[in-house]
């Protein structure tokens, strides 16, 4: 059995990898709004003292995550 790609090559190795470069660095306005989401639930519903996980279970390569990190307003998250 052959595996066929699931996109084609010129197309991950270029727009989709700027894409994802681009996003690196600036956040999506999606994830602004789910960062913002999450900070109002941590705050209404949780104590600075209270032990809070966050598990992200998604197809895509770490960058919410990454900015969701170095969000400031997000301090009840323990991060290892």
């Known amino acids: 059995m052959t595996l066929k790609p699931s996109a084609p090559r010129d197309y ?24 913002t989401l999450i900070r109002d639930t941590l705050q209404k519903n ?17 960058n919410f995550l990454m900015h969701l990190k170095k969000t400031d307003s997000v301090a009840y998250l323990l991060w290892w």
């Open 46 to 62: 949780f104590s600075p003292n209270d032990n809070v996980s966050l598990l992200d279970i998604g197809c895509h390569n770490g």
């Open 12 to 35: 991950v190795v270029g727009a989709y990898m700027h894409y994802q470069q681009k996003y690196a660095v600036t956040m999506r306005e999606s994830d602004k709004v789910l960062i």
